[in-house]
Structure formats: C-alpha cells, structure tokens
C-alpha cells in the first residue's frame, strides 16, 4: 500500500533481476558461510554488515578472493576513528587484483578508449598488462621505491591507467590532476606531496580544439625540484622536450608485472579535496582499503561483471576516475571517454554509450538536467539497450531528473543517484540493484556503512534532516592526509563536531523506508529563523524555470542579527531578470519549498564559480559577501574562473556602502 508521504516508486526490479544479481548471490552465501541473514533482502543484509562489522569485510575479501601474500591476524584491530588499523599483517597488491582478468580472457578489451571523434579504440587485458609490466620495470630502474610519490598530469586516456597501475605494482604512491587545471592548482597539489616522477602530454583536445600544454609542462618541472623523470605523452604529436623520456621508449619491452607486496594500509594514491580556501587537503588512502571498498561498490552495489561495460564521465582530476579505473578489479571492461561532455551536441555522453554498448553510464546530475533542458531524446536517437542503469553523481539528482531518465532513456531503467566523497573515494548511499527506486532519493546506506542523520546533540533522526555522519570506520577512510604530521587537519575535518564519529558536511534525510535524501552541504545551509534548508532544494526548484541556467543562494548572518539571503542567477541566453521573472523565482520557491526561504535579493549575475571538478562554490562567495578580501576567501587555484568571483566582491562592496538593490 502507497500513501502520500511514501508513493509508489518509479522502478522496481523484476524477481529475475533481483535473483540475477551478485549481490543476492553474496547474501545467499554469506548466510551459509558467515551467519548472515538468508531471508529479510537488503535491508537484513545491511543490518547485519554494521552490526557484525568484521565478518562481513572478511566476508568481502573471500567472495572476491582477495589475494593476501601473508595472511592478516584479524579484520579489525582498533575501531577508533580516526585510526583504525584494517587487516594488521595481511600484504596484498591493489594492481596485481586489477590484472587478474588477463589469465583468464587475455585477448578481450580492459579499456575502450573514446576520443571526440567518439570512435571506441579496444586495449586488451594482455596488452595493459603487458604495458604495466614494462612501465613498473622502468619505474623501478629509475629508483622509484616503494613509497615514492608518482604524478600524472594527463587526461582520461588508457596511458592514465597504465601509469597508475604500474605504479601500484611498484608500491609506489600515484596522485594525478586533469590538463585543464593551470600551472598554480597543480603545483598547489603536487608540491605538497613532492613526486619523483611526472607524466605528461604535450596537450588535449577538448570541444574540438587543441589545447596545447606545452609551456605548463615546462613551468611544472621547474617548480617541481623532486622530479628524477619526466615521461612525456604525445598527445597532440609533439617530440618529448629535452630531459624527458617518451611514453613509447619506457613501455616498449614484454615483462611480466612484479607486484610488491605492501601493507594492507600502504598508501595507494593521494587525492586532493577542492579546496577552495587554504590549500587543498592532500587525502591518502590505501592499496587493501581501496581494494576492499571498490570490489564491494563495483561488484555488489554497482553489480559489475565480466560481461559489463563501465563508462563514467570523469576527469583524471576527480575521484570518479580512480573509482572508474577500478572497474578492472571485477573483470568488468572500462570505457575511458577524452573529451567535452556536449561536443560536438549536448547529446555526445548517450551517442558513446551507444557505440560503447555501456552497461552502466555514469554522469553528472548537471548532465542529466541539461539534456533535459536542451531536449535531448537519447532512446529515440541512439540504441541504448545495453544500458542496464544509469548512475548520477556530483550533486543531487533533482526530482525532474529521475522523470526524465525515467521517460527519455528507458522505462525499465535503474536509477542510480549515488553520494560519497573524495575522502573516501566511494559512496556513502546510492546504488542497491534489488531495491525500488523512489523519486528524488538514494535507494539506501551502503553495505557495511553505519550511515545516519544526527541532529546537533548526537541524536539519530529519521524522516527529519540531520548531518550525515557515519558512526564506524570504513576501510577507504583516509590513513591519514599529507603534510598533516600530527593529525590535526584529519580530525578537524571529519570529527570536530561528533569526536569519534565521521561527519561529512552535508545535509540528509534517511526516510522511514531506508532510502536517502541529500539536501546540499551542510557549512553552506540557510537557516531562516530557525527553519534550515539545503542549497540544493533551492537550485532544484529554481532550475526548472526555462530561464535560468544555473543559480547560487547564499546565507549570511548579520552583524546586527539580521540575516541577509540572496540568490544570483545566471540567465539562459536571451533572457532577461525583470519583475515577472523576479515574481516567478519567488512564487517558485514560496510555493514548492517554503515562504522562509523566498531570497531577500535576486541578482543577475555573468556566470556561477565552481570548484575545477564542478561543484559550485558556495563558501567562499559567503565569505566575499561578508568582506573578507578575495586573497584569504579562497584559493585562486582551485577555482574554474576567478574573474566571476571579483562579480561576488564587487557585490559585497556596493552592499556594504549603501542599500541592496533586487
């Protein structure tokens, strides 16, 4: 029976479906091996893998026949966060596990390499793995050791992949950032963590054009005093500048890979969070946490195989490609898309999962709502069979978004709208294969993930927003941040304000039937006279009005108490902010969300700042129009366009010397 505060969902698997999945087949498994529940379906599963934390990620490492040279002495041996120590004495290899498939299916495609002219390029198991082979050889003759930091500053093409693995079979540390990022973010990532080498392109192609790198290159190995190597790429066909080595030279020969075998919790790669004031936190997480995370999420929740066709769109920049690349571990075959998102039409992403034959598509919820916008019929245009679900992250996964997947792609389509972090390159809620999809919620909490809402005293909420904190460790947790010796920036980052718990900064409601509602972040949440609501409930009401193409709302408490919300909209071309639309934005938010949140000023603005991976920038605007200078509000380098933000300064001066306009 349906009611009103729990309508009938928008997908629900069929019995085949649900008994086809891995995930069933694990649940099946572990009830006869490791006492977990046989009946009672995903949420009995869930129960049981927090409350019986440790047999459950033993459980995960014997499914996936996890590959431990020595064997570890338990699962968990301090439950402390932060500090928990996975797997003590247990050594294993991340890459080793992500070349596993080339014994078995030597000659079938690892990688389908797809450049803007979407023409998919296949690179078999036994050739990656011949390349990793080579690569660790040479990595290893040029002195990189175990622990050594390796960088990438490539895009999302195959070479990527093999760097990274190669230096995971070194048991060295590999760290990467996308071409599109300039000289000063790099350098803000790298020079934290000092690599030893540094893989380049001569440049990318993007929305059709070249974009040459070649001086951000030559600027990176000056500032970089730690480099022994440079290994340069040639993209666009350049020679390799003088001193650096070429890509061809260094993964010519045919060598069986040599995987060092490290410590459950040796660092495995380094990711950066936006950090867009301060310098970006330098997040380190393991080869045994990552392994462990990523073969529960790919081969469980994600439900890959084999037979399955991954395609993310991702840059070498954000999280996603790491989780992307490790779609090798469940043999499952990964689809490496270099290019813009919309070229040559906005359409490009469905006309790749076409030619790709993709399994799951990743996406931006942006993505989604700009086709939406663009009127874009992706079945009607491309063959889209393949596609058993399609995956949103990045941000909430509007209302209007699940329809239109749900009427545009496929009407016996799973929706995925998943969220985690960078801090744990996985997902906190998000994709369950045997679960219903209800509108505008995650399907539930992750397998072993103690997620919850918690009001400000600690309290669990259900049906009520709260912070998301998770309350027991998980493996991916990072082991620690760079450069953060005493731990201080860890724990202020995640354990402030519940000590010994995981708080994330956003916003979620976990309903009475399990699933999972995020409201945006919660360091930028409006708070009008005590009512709190998340930006992102904001941006998805506004965004609906054909007029708008993106919005940013801002909550600033006054010096004299007052509180002062004003929303700065970046209008569609051709439109134009005058009062009827003024009336429609607060009509739109009075009637969908609430009176208290209707903004006290809508402000036109030239564009919406993001971070370099595209999420908007909502706390240092709030700073800016609290009169902070623009040097300490935000981090110039982590910024997609720091000409928009002197708009938000500007803002902020003309306001402080007289009325606001709006």
Same mark, same amino acid.
């Given at each position: ?28 498994? $572990?009830?006869?091996?490791?006492? =977990? !529940?046989?009946? #009672?379906?995903?949420?009995? &599963?869930? /129960?049981?893998?927090?409350? @019986? ?118 048991? $060295?540390?590999?760290?990467?950032? =996308? !071409?599109?990022? #300039?000289?000063?973010?790099? &350098?803000? /990532?790298?020079?934290?963590? @000092? ?133 090798? &571990? ?333």
């Amino acid at each position: 029976m349906t009611s009103a505060a729990n309508p009938a969902p928008l997908w629900q698997p069929d019995p085949d479906r649900i008994a086809a999945a891995r995930i069933t087949r694990f649940q099946a498994w $572990a009830a006869e091996r490791h006492g =977990a !529940p046989a009946e #009672g379906g995903y949420a009995a &599963l869930h /129960r049981w893998s927090i409350d @019986e934390l440790e047999t459950f990620w033993q459980a995960v490492a014997e499914w996936f026949d996890v590959h431990f040279s020595t064997p570890y002495e338990r699962v968990l041996a301090d439950r402390a966060m932060p500090g928990a120590r996975w797997f003590p004495g247990a050594t294993l290899n991340y890459a080793e596990h992500a070349l596993r498939a080339a014994e078995a299916r030597p000659h079938d495609p690892a990688l389908l390499h797809v450049d803007e002219t979407h023409e998919p390029t296949p690179i078999s198991w036994s050739e990656l793995r011949r390349q990793v082979g080579a690569l660790a050889a040479e990595l290893r003759a040029l002195g990189v050791r175990p622990g050594d930091r390796v960088s990438g500053y490539l895009p999302n093409i195959p070479q990527a992949v093999t760097a990274l693995l190669a230096t995971a079979a070194v048991g $060295a540390v590999w760290t990467s950032c =996308a !071409p599109d990022f #300039g000289a000063r973010s790099v &350098l803000d /990532r790298f020079q934290q963590v @000092e690599p030893v080498v540094l893989f380049t392109v001569d440049g990318y192609r993007y929305g059709g054009k070249e974009h040459d790198r070649t001086d951000t290159v030559a600027e990176l190995r000056r500032e970089l005093p730690t480099l022994r190597a440079v290994i340069h790429i040639p993209l666009l066909g350049t020679e390799a500048p003088e001193g650096a080595l070429d890509w061809s030279a260094v993964t010519s020969a045919d060598v069986e890979p040599v995987f060092e075998q490290v410590a459950f919790d040796h660092p495995l790669w380094v990711l950066y969070s936006s950090g867009t004031t301060g310098l970006p936190k330098a997040i380190v997480q393991s080869q045994g946490g990552i392994l462990l995370e990523h073969f529960k999420q790919i081969g469980l929740h994600c439900d890959l195989g084999p037979e399955d066709r991954f395609f993310w769109y991702t840059s070498t920049g954000w999280m996603m490609w790491n989780f992307l690349v490790s779609g090798l &571990l469940t043999g499952t075959t990964v689809v490496l898309y270099d290019g813009s998102p919309g070229y040559p039409d906005t359409a490009a992403q469905w006309r790749i999962a076409e030619r790709t034959k993709a399994t799951l598509f990743g996406t931006s919820a942006a993505y989604v709502m700009a086709c939406g916008k663009a009127e874009v019929h992706p079945s009607r245009d491309f063959d889209l069979s393949a596609v058993k679900c399609v995956a949103t992250t990045g941000s909430p996964l509007p209302p209007d978004g699940f329809r239109w997947l749900h009427d545009e792609v496929a009407g016996d389509l799973w929706i995925a709208s998943v969220s985690g972090g960078t801090d744990v390159c996985s997902c906190f809620a998000g994709a369950v294969p045997t679960l219903p999809v209800h509108i505008g919620e995650l399907q539930a909490a992750c397998l072993g993930t103690d997620l919850q809402s918690w009001d400000l005293q600690g309290k669990p909420l259900i049906g009520e927003v709260g912070e998301l904190v998770v309350t027991n460790p998980m493996p991916s947790m990072p082991i620690r941040f760079w450069n953060d010796p005493d731990g201080s920036r860890y724990r202020d980052s995640y354990f402030e304000m519940f000590p010994g718990v995981w708080r994330h900064g956003d916003w979620i409601t976990i309903t009475d039937h399990g699933s999972v509602v995020i409201h945006g972040r919660s360091d930028s949440t409006l708070n009008r006279q005590g009512v709190r609501m998340g930006s992102a409930d904001i941006y998805e009401a506004v965004e609906r009005l054909p007029e708008i193409r993106e919005s940013l709302v801002i909550g600033l408490e006054e010096p004299d108490g007052g509180y002062w919300m004003p929303l700065f909209v970046h209008l569609a071309d051709g439109a134009t902010l005058d009062d009827d639309l003024r009336a429609r934005i607060k009509r739109t938010i009075r009637e969908q969300l609430s009176p208290r949140h209707v903004p006290d000023d809508i402000i036109e603005v030239p564009g919406v700042p993001h971070t370099l991976t595209g999420k908007r920038i909502e706390v240092p605007v709030k700073r800016l129009l609290q009169g902070t200078p623009l040097t300490k509000a935000v981090n110039p380098g982590s910024v997609d366009n720091l000409e928009l933000l002197r708009f938000y300064e500007n803002v902020a001066r003309t306001r402080g010397s007289g009325p606001s306009a709006g």
